[in-house]
């Protein structure tokens, strides 16, 4: 059986047997890394959603613990400086999940298209 003739992240063959009439495994196929991108996208924006309902829940058991007593004031505020923290780098992570997903769809709008006309010419 045919093998994919992609390369994996470790420089050795990829290993994954195809059925023709393909030709690559779909981690290595050029025609479906448009799809991969969209994919690895959506999967990044639903971490990122179970990232913050972790730190929601974080913040609120440590105002719970403080307003019953059980939690110090001092430790509690050290505690929510860190979750601010926490939440300036998921900001961050967001903000630079759109730029790539702008930069992807501008170099997709740049890319000649059918015909030879390119967008703008």
Known sequence: MPRCPGTKR????CTTIVKPPQTYCYQHDPARAQERKRNASRAGKSTGGREIRDLKRRISDVVDA?????QDRGRAAVA???F???RGVLE?????????ELEARIEALER????GRQ???
């Not at 403080?66 to 059980?70: K, P, Q, T």
């Open 80 to 82: 929510i400086q860190g």
């Open 84 to 86: 601010n923290a926490l």
């Open 112 to 115: 000649p298209r059918e015909g």
């Open 92 to 100: 961050l992570e967001r903000k630079v999940r759109e730029l790539d």
């Open 66 to 70: 403080v307003l019953e007593g059980s």
């Open 10 to 13: 470790d420089g050795g063959q």
């Open 119 to 121: 967008w703008g010419a």
